[in-house]
């Protein structure tokens, strides 16, 4: 367009919407999200959102948002600091300003900063950008009076017409990001396809935003994000962790033939899996929402006792009410899938947040000797495979499987290329076969794998009793006898360890003769990934291994950590990850970057601090 | 059904390992005829009970069992059954494990109604841990961890049974094996979560608690027999019945007052309004006999044929049907 001042091209960007949390930021970003990914770009996205449902309007404790990030190429993380912030009154500019940089542009509606918003946001002075010491450009638009306006033929009341705000600063992003509302349009009349005059009201709202862009030249600049076609072909979706995992359950279940069943109770930040498998019953999908956390787990160890690909999903103080629960899917050789979507603690701590500090409680958190596979996602879209593989673990290895993910990347979403479920490992469980009839015994083991038999109840000619009191492993029967306990105890523990055999090799990536690896676990992976390349682009030589299966961990684990002659593990927790390595491998020494923020890893704090132990 | 005919053998494993005379033994034999009697195969029979004297029971159960973790055995079967309905499941516990440390569990498998036989052997006392007050011990009593009485009032389990709309209710005393077998073949039959209160004496440390019923003759004279459609007629010679006074119930005897059969309440255990079977399952003495038999059996939708039902109609109404079709309900774009 001829009109426009100039246009640059850009890598990628930063969007950052921020407004009360019954603002809409999150509608908004996610359809910019949305459209980027539709046109080829990449995207990783980040909401924020505090804990209560509706704080006082305009307070500082009451601001959401919703990060999203673009890219040209791939992009790993939802970005430390943003291009852009949206802050749709007072308080969002104050709480979300430390986002920004000195050229970040801030888009305000001028509507919602009047001295009474300016007083709620506890701002002194009716100048918030001089008390701020701000000198960025800002977009400062009167949004809620044109939105008034805009639809004051609409038959809206006054309320409706300025809760459509968010998507007039959506389309002015739009315009400034010279993206194409049709998709967004699209979109809306899907979301509010049951009330076509409120996808109306949005659609219009949004295009006025946009035009308001364009015909005021709000921003000296527009700019592009054009896709370089890194992505490899294929059909696309946007899809966060928690959606992923639930859909890994799916496929698992489905590839398993088996009943898929999950019982759960309420729980910030997991209760999206609820939400999305209890929708699913033209799969088979059983959700039974329970009356306690104890019960999820319990039921679904009953489930799995007859039959079902069985599931208990919830967040660090569930796994504490779960623990015993999942000891006895422990003692009873049960497959059982205990999703734990990791957030803030101890006790009931930061719900909304993020952090990676139940890792040893995965792993040790139970009275006995409890060995637990444990499993950890790296991003949204990898939720979905690990999700599938800890229940294929699960299954064959007759044991229960935590799947650890966190608040980042349960929330976050990110372009997924459509899996092919064929292209996908079978699934068998150890089924007992009619052969052994007659002289077949609970804990019967396969001598390769250490993994029991499951029969089923329904079957005949298996008729069995387990339990949570120790069983002679040759009959099945209670057991006291001090040598069967030790035995059994041993056997346990074997099969969990020689569940090595079923997961692959840890990589390394970076540089191949690295004076640095960079270690981490889970959902820290896009940040570690992104700080790994900047210091590998400055010519530094630093690696990564990220692991995924943490216990067993990968066979070659020893062997890397001692290949390095300097070794940081960087984690969300106070050390955990680095005290499990330093037991599970002597004579290692490593280095700490340990943060316990509930936010994310900031890319640049990463490089920074990985340099420092580069140069010591 | 199967046409094998099965006996009560064929239910029998193990040796118990109950302290003689524990009224666990007569249950156990009781519950064994019933099975003959309801004929289900063993190997479609799952007994899921949580931790104390009486959970020791799967062990001598020849069907499927699960010993599973104190207070959650109805939690354990409620997933076992939602997940496999065509299982018959008795779900065994005691009054710590289903009414303590097991109440929330107990409370919510009945509101749900999930199709789960659930038994409850109250010896108002914890046995297998030596002898502490139960939810279910009188206050004042004297025990271990109560020497010089508890201060606190028990649960009256047809109280809370009722209380988290219970649909079926039983009572039998575990010495007695017709009124046990009795219970346990109506409890199984009835469609939805069936709670069934087994007065079972331990002799090791609450010896005597439930003496009123602990032979004939002593049921004969302060319990009564309730049965659907049958006048509710007690004592050696059945001179004695209950009729309704005020909001109440009064025991009466036949022939004073001019009082005859015809004036004596009829039982309706199917009667959907429990308040006056809950005034039964409430009588205790020495004014009043203790009530045995199925005190309430309302019939209701179950919780696991409901979360099946609903599985075949959203099947039926959604267009997709596995994780292909699936996929495709979402916004998805192309990379070319």
Redesign the interface.
């Known amino acids: 367009m001829n009109d426009k001042m100039n246009v640059e091209n850009l890598e990628d960007v930063i969007v950052r919407f921020s407004g009360d949390s019954g603002d809409g930021m999150q509608l908004a970003g996610n359809i910019f999200s949305t459209i980027s990914a539709t046109v080829g770009n990449d995207i990783s996205t980040f909401p924020d959102y505090p804990a209560d449902i509706r704080a006082p309007q305009g307070s500082l404790t009451g601001v959401s948002g919703f990060q999203v990030h673009i890219g040209a190429d791939k992009v790993l993380t939802p970005g430390d600091k943003c291009n852009v912030l949206v802050a749709m009154n007072p308080a969002a500019l104050k709480t979300q300003y430390k986002f920004c940089t000195p050229q970040s542009i801030i888009i305000i509606d001028t509507d919602s900063f009047k001295d009474t918003d300016l007083k709620k946001a506890m701002f002194a002075t009716d100048n918030p950008f001089e008390e701020m010491g701000i000198h960025n450009e800002v977009i400062a638009a009167p949004i809620s009076s044109m939105c008034k306006e805009s639809l004051k033929d609409s038959g809206l009341d006054f309320k409706a017409a300025v809760r459509c705000k968010n998507m007039f600063a959506l389309g002015l992003v739009c315009w400034l990001f010279d993206r194409n509302l049709s998709y967004a349009e699209q979109m809306l009349r899907e979301k509010f396809a049951k009330k076509p005059e409120i996808a109306e009201a949005n659609i219009k709202v949004l295009n006025d935003g946009y035009n308001y862009g364009h015909n005021t030249h709000a921003s000296a600049t527009t700019y592009r994000i054009e896709s370089t076609g890194a992505k490899s072909k294929g059909k696309y979706m946007d899809i966060n962790g928690n959606k992923a995992t639930s859909y890994g359950l799916i496929a698992a279940a489905e590839k398993a033939g088996l009943t898929l069943y999950l019982g759960s109770y309420p729980i910030t930040p997991a209760t999206d899996v609820l939400h999305e498998l209890a929708k699913h019953k033209s799969l088979g999908v059983i959700t039974v929402q329970a009356e306690d956390e104890i019960a999820g787990c319990a039921s679904a160890v009953g489930a799995a006792f007859a039959g079902a690909l069985a599931v208990t999903s919830t967040s660090g103080p569930g796994i504490c009410l779960k623990s015993e629960a999942m000891n006895l899917a422990v003692i009873t050789e049960l497959p059982l899938v205990v999703l734990d979507v990791q957030r803030g603690g101890p006790s009931t701590g930061l719900p909304t947040k993020s952090e990676q500090t139940d890792l040893l409680q995965v792993l040790f958190g139970r009275n006995g000797e409890s060995p637990m596979p444990v499993i950890a996602a790296s991003s949204p879209t990898d939720c979905f495979d690990a999700a599938y593989m800890a229940a294929k673990l699960a299954l064959e290895h007759m044991t229960p499987v935590v799947l650890l993910t966190d608040a980042f990347i349960a929330n976050g979403s990110a372009a997924w290329k459509l899996p092919d479920l064929k292209q996908y490992p079978a699934i068998q469980p150890p089924y007992v076969t009619d052969d052994m009839k007659g002289n077949w015994t609970p804990f019967q083991r396969n001598p390769e794998t250490g993994v029991r038999y499951w029969a089923k109840p329904g079957q005949e000619g298996f008729m069995h009793r387990i339990g949570g009191l120790e069983k002679s492993n040759e009959t099945g029967a209670i057991s006291t006898e001090p040598e069967n306990h030790h035995k059994m105890t041993v056997l346990r523990a074997e099969k969990v360890a020689k569940m090595v055999k079923a997961i692959p090799d840890q990589t390394v990536e970076g540089c191949e003769d690295a004076d640095l690896l960079v270690v981490g676990f889970g959902g820290t992976y896009g940040h570690l990934a992104s700080a790994v390349s900047t210091l590998n682009k400055q010519g530094k030589k630093v690696a990564l291994a990220h692991f995924k299966y943490l216990n067993p961990l990968p066979a070659n684990t020893e062997a890397i950590l001692k290949k390095y002659k300097k070794i940081v593990v960087a984690e969300q927790n106070m050390g955990q990850f680095a005290a499990y390595l330093r037991m599970k491998v002597e004579g290692i020494h490593l280095h700490q970057f340990n943060q316990v923020k509930g936010q994310p890893f900031v890319v640049e704090e990463l490089v920074e601090a990985f340099t420092k132990i580069l140069e010591a | 059904m199967s046409e094998t005919v099965y006996t009560a053998k064929d239910y029998k494993t ?1 040796q118990p390992r109950w302290c003689p005379g524990c009224g666990d033994h007569a249950f156990l034999a009781s519950l064994h005829k019933a099975m003959a009697t309801l004929g289900v ?6 007994v ?1 009970s949580g ?1 104390g004297c009486s959970s020791r029971l ?2 001598y ?9 104190h207070g ?1 055995a109805a ?10 309905p ?2 018959t499941i008795w779900q065994i516990s005691g009054d710590g494990d289903g009414l303590a440390i097991g109440g ?2 107990f409370i ?1 498998a009945v509101r749900r109604n999930i199709d789960l036989n659930m038994i409850l052997l109250n010896n108002r006392i914890y046995g297998l841990t030596k002898g502490q007050y139960s939810p279910t011990s009188c206050r004042g009593f004297v025990s271990k961890s109560s020497p010089y009485g508890t201060v606190e009032d028990p649960f009256r389990p047809a109280e809370l049974c009722f209380g988290a709309r219970g649909r079926f209710f039983a009572r039998c005393a575990a010495v007695d094996a017709v009124g046990s077998e009795q219970v346990l073949v109506a409890a199984a039959r009835h469609k939805g979560a069936s709670v069934v209160e087994v007065l079972q004496n331990c002799m090791i440390f609450n010896n005597g608690t439930h003496e009123a019923v602990a032979t004939a003759e002593s049921r004969a004279k302060n319990a009564i027999y309730l049965e659907h459609g049958k006048p509710m007629l007690f004592g050696a010679d059945k001179e004695f019945g209950l009729m309704q006074e005020g909001f109440g119930l009064k025991v009466v005897k036949l022939g004073e007052n001019g009082i005859t059969e015809k004036d004596i309440l009829v039982h309706d255990a199917h009667c959907q309004d429990n308040t006056l079977q809950l005034k039964l399952a409430l009588m205790e003495g020495p004014d009043f006999p203790i009530a045995l038999g199925v005190i309430r059996d309302v019939e209701a939708p179950t919780y696991n044929d409901a ?1 099946h039902e ?2 075949d109609q ?2 039926a ?8 079709e ?2 495709m309900t ?7």
């Not at chain 2, 159960?61 to 973790?69: L, S």
């Open positions: 193990g195969a063993p190997h479609n029979i799952a899921i931790i799967p062990y159960m020849n069907t499927y069992g699960m010993h599973t973790i959650r939690a354990i079967a409620t997933g076992a059954k939602v997940a496999n065509d299982l929330n569990h919510h979360v609903q599985v959203v099947s109404a959604k267009k997709y049907h596995n994780f292909e699936l996929l979402n916004d998805i774009w192309e990379v070319k």
